[in-house]
Antibody, heavy 117, light 107 residues
Framework: EVQLVESGGGLVQPGGSLRLSCAAF????????MTWVRQAPGKGLEWVAN????????YYVDSVKGRFTISRDNAKSSLFLQMNSLRAEDTAVYYC??????????WGQGTLVTVSS | DIQMTQSPSSLSASIGDRVTITCRAS??????LNWYQQKLGKAPKLLVY???SLRTGVPSRFSGSGSGTDFTLTISSLQPEDFATYYC?????????FGPGTKVDIK
């Protein structure tokens, strides 16, 4: 069964850091682009970043550029999101997603990040 | 960045109704348009990709159409399990922005 499982969320103070992980099961991870999408409480979906199969291309939404870094370890079928200088507006459920270059399928169940003092 | 809008933002419908949701892009995105369904407390699921291709396993009552800037998701006969929020997403250029969502609830 194809499955994505996120971890690493939690409560962090403004200005702090957190590293999210996403473990992939049931498919050849190294063949797919991977993406992070977030959803603030009660709000819509926001595309955050994606990374090419070999890690050679990475793209970010402007609001996280310079603060977040997406990476992957194909040997461990894992995706990561290093989040630094966190702000209250980064509070959200963070989803990892696979699929083609152009659409997202499947998605993980999400991990909640809360930025608050 | 490409801005995506959806209309309506919410709608109330009855079982068996035909439902149409519209998505508009701020510039032409060819057919790089996807639709997702999200139920409360759950992760989104892909319904339609490349504007009109139905994901395997998605019921045929769902269909997508459009190209350029204007797109439509249609549910031909609304079923109880279809009550959810629907999002469009452009994948023409990064960041691959989402629309604000359309919430479909029971009349």
């Amino acid at each position: 069964e194809v499955q994505l499982v996120e971890s690493g969320g939690g409560l962090v103070q403004p200005g702090g850091s957190l590293r999210l992980s996403c473990a992939a099961f049931g498919f050849t991870f190294s063949n797919y682009w991977m993406t992070w999408v977030r959803q603030a409480p009660g709000k819509g979906l926001e595309w955050v970043a994606n990374i090419k199969q070999d890690g050679s291309e990475k793209y970010y939404v402007d609001s996280v550029k310079g603060r977040f870094t997406i990476s992957r370890d194909n040997a461990k079928s894992s995706l990561f999101l290093q989040m630094n200088s966190l702000r209250a507006e980064d509070t959200a459920v963070y989803y990892c997603a696979s699929g083609s270059t152009y659409w997202l399928d499947p998605w993980g169940q999400g991990t909640l990040v809360t930025v608050s003092s | 960045d490409i801005q995506m809008t959806q209309s309506p933002s919410s709608l109330s419908a009855s079982i068996g109704d035909r439902v149409t949701i519209t998505c508009r892009a701020s510039q032409s995105i060819s057919s790089y348009l996807n639709w997702y369904q999200q139920k409360l407390g759950k992760a989104p699921k892909l319904l339609v990709y490349a504007a009109s291709s139905l994901r395997t396993g998605v019921p045929s009552r769902f269909s997508g159409s459009g190209s350029g800037t204007d797109f439509t998701l249609t549910i031909s006969s609304l079923q109880p399990e279809d009550f959810a929020t629907y999002y469009c997403q452009q994948s023409y250029s990064t960041p691959f922005t989402f629309g604000p969502g359309t919430k479909v609830d029971i009349k």
